[in-house]
């Protein structure tokens, strides 16, 4: 096929929204969409030159895949090189053993696998993978592993056929999209499955041949007509769409018709065909490859070298550095390896093979040892910085993140604190909730409660069926078997104790239900207590910590950001207001857990933050926020409040702690 200059200049507008959504600056909450136009370019382009091949019975498997490890692998395989001095220096253990993961499976191109599975109710923010953009590049490879064989058959029928059969893979692609993006939004956005329709209607472009443009070719009213409208469905994607849009499906036909129009319309010599084949997008269009490959390394590697988020001019000015370093990759590595005179197509087989092996060998390494955790000085090793789960033995039944566990009642049996007393407490709530399993563990052996402690992913106290989390997870179920076990059972308890994400149920619109079942439970429930969510930080508080330790640096929790507490604030004196209407509701204060006995606000007596990820509090931090409660105001009310403990046999023992 000839070249096309505005197609390069396409690719500079699919590059730079990407570049500029995953850097965070405020604008482009869409920018994500440009690897929807990726898909429909490459489609096109790769298509076309298979096609004209096929044509003229010059088609080769073996040259074809030649062509495509010349193009992707040299560049690649310099960004990851260049990534793993800079991880091994600046990642925390978990993120280090997370990376190397996501090392060997970007090198077997299933990283798009990786992101899938891994993408859980407690998985480390995206903004912290430096790989994670790779999984495009794996959905790719997948396609073409796939369709050159696909058309090769294809090509013995004839051109209506081969079109018909792929439309109607396209459009189960795009069926399948629609309905998983619905139902499990993690598999719609990562799998090829759901994202080979975006592919192929670049494919079909190419496919279609003069027959589709010889319209447009006589009438450049309309060639005008669909340049602009193709440019406008790429601004509207990239400028509004945001992380609350279902996406894959029928969404993504925004962007994907856009560059479908301005492929086949933007053609030399209409106002969009200028504009798109300038030097400057065409220049930047050139380098869009390495620049796609350069941008999130840099900016995941800048948020794990700083202690508190990046500004946006710190981020703005690495978004130009992976420019800057696209360039330099485009000029002395992916230019070089495509010309065919310097290496023969067995030395390129066999030093893919070798630089593919030797990142699943540093992958492995990685994954096995755990992050290398020797790494860290010991002021920085801090043992329970993590959430009191069921498999670290406490009972949070997270099968969102655990999918050994089975919904039903097998979540619903785990016992905290007094062993043989026959005062018994439920602890109930979501992973808000589970958090403070520790601390209820402790009270309940100093003031003789059996606590029976029911959680599951988003499951807020409530009677309905209303869920703060995908309703394809299998926490859905088990929330609403928790509720049941609420509704049935409450009154079995002397005290019930709840917690919750308040501020984001204040958000969702669902704080009401939630206030409406602590009514409930208050008269059938001789005491009921509301438990707070400590204070939201606007990033991985416990994180920041351990890098400062890792580095030398001073740490001041001071510094870091919590705007978006603001919404727990609100949430809390609606809370606070209930209880002062209920003689047997008691709200406990931040101050009662945190504050009193500790060194500052949300700093633990022995200089560790209580938060772990910035929102709940970790293992160790419960620990010591119970040595805080149990001195409080609120833990004197409840124990004055609580009827008297008495031994009795038949009376259901809590089951022994193996955290305790």
């Known amino acids: 096929m000839h070249y096309r200059p505005e197609v390069d200049g396409l690719r500079a507008l699919a590059v730079v929204p990407v570049i500029l959504f995953h850097a965070g600056l405020p604008g482009f909450s869409g920018g994500f969409v440009g690897v929807d136009v990726f898909f429909v370019i490459s489609g096109f382009l790769i298509t076309s030159i298979i096609a004209a091949e096929l044509d003229t019975g010059r088609f080769r498997i073996a040259t074809f895949y030649e062509r495509r490890a010349r193009r992707i692998l040299p560049a690649l395989f310099t960004v990851m090189a260049v990534c793993l001095p800079l991880a091994w220096a600046w990642m925390l253990p978990r993120d280090l053993a997370a990376f190397a993961d996501s090392l060997a499976a970007t090198a077997g191109f299933v990283s798009n696998l990786l992101f899938w599975r891994t993408a859980d109710y407690f998985d480390s923010a995206a903004e912290f993978k430096p790989l994670l953009h790779t999984w495009s590049l794996a959905v790719e490879e ?45 598999a719609a956005f990562y799998l090829l499955p759901t994202r080979g329709w975006e592919l192929l209607i670049g494919s079909l472009l190419a496919l279609s041949g003069p027959a589709a443009t010889d319209a447009l070719a006589r009438s450049r009213a309309l060639r005008e007509g669909g340049g602009l409208l193709g440019i406008v469905l790429l601004g509207y994607a990239a400028l509004c769409f945001d992380h609350t849009t279902p996406f894959p499906g029928a969404s993504a036909l925004v962007p994907t018709l856009g560059a479908a129009l301005l492929i086949v319309c933007a053609t030399p010599g209409t106002a969009m065909g200028r504009v798109l084949g300038s030097r400057p997008l065409v220049a930047v269009g050139l380098l869009s490859y390495s620049a796609y490959l350069w941008h999130q390394p840099l ?184 509720r049941r076990l609420l509704q049935a059972r409450a009154g079995d308890y002397e005290l019930v104790i709840l917690g919750a994400a308040w501020g984001n149920l204040l958000r969702r619109g669902q704080l009401d239900g939630a206030l409406q079942a602590l009514r409930e439970l208050a008269a059938r429930v001789p005491l009921v207590v509301v438990m707070p969510s400590p204070r939201q930080y ?81 293992i160790h931090g419960a620990r010591q926020a119970a040595e805080v409660f149990l001195r409080s105001p609120s833990w004197r009310t409840l124990r004055a409040r609580l009827p008297a403990a008495t031994d009795a046999p038949g009376a259901r023992p809590a089951q022994r702690s193996t955290a305790s």
Request: proline share 6%; charged share 15%.
């Open 142 to 186: 997948q396609y073409y592993l796939l369709f050159p064989p696909l058309l090769m058959l294809l090509w013995r029928l004839p051109r209506r056929w081969r079109l018909a059969a792929l439309v109607l893979l396209g459009a189960s692609s795009f069926v399948l999209a629609q309905r998983v993006s619905q139902s499990a939004p993690s």
């Open 299 to 482: 900016l995941a590697l800048a948020r794990h070298r700083s202690l508190l988020p990046p500004g946006h001019a710190v981020m703005a000015g690495v978004a130009l550095l992976s420019l800057l370093l696209a360039y330099a990759s485009w000029r002395w590595v992916e230019t070089p390896m495509r010309q065919r005179g310097r290496l023969q197509r067995r030395q390129v087989f066999v030093l893919a093979a070798a630089g593919s092996a030797a990142f699943l060998a540093l992958g492995a390494a990685g994954h096995l040892a755990r992050g290398f955790p020797g790494r860290l000085p010991a002021a920085a090793q801090v043992s329970e910085l993590d959430m009191p789960r069921v498999d670290n033995g406490w009972c949070f039944y997270s099968v969102d993140s655990l999918p050994q566990l089975a919904v039903g009642a097998a979540g619903q049996g785990c016992w905290r604190g007094a062993a043989t007393r026959t005062r018994r407490a439920l602890l109930f709530g979501d992973s808000f909730a589970a958090q403070y399993e520790p601390l209820w563990h402790r009270a309940g052996q100093e003031g003789g409660l059996a606590v029976h402690m029911v959680s599951t992913n988003w499951c807020h106290p409530a009677f309905g069926d209303a869920f703060t989390g995908p309703r394809s997870s299998p926490a859905y179920a088990q929330c609403l078997d928790n």
């Open 538 to 618: 606007d990033g991985d508080v416990t994180a920041a910590f351990q890098r400062s330790r890792m580095h030398g640096e001073a740490f001041d929790i001071a510094d870091f950001p919590a705007a978006g507490d603001a919404l727990s604030v609100a949430a809390h004196a609606r809370l606070q207001a209930e209880a002062a209407r209920h003689a047997n509701v008691v709200f406990v204060p931040r101050e009662d857990l945190f504050g009193a006995g500790a060194r500052l606000p949300d700093l633990a007596a022995d200089g560790i933050p209580f938060s772990l990820e910035g929102w709940h509090i970790s």
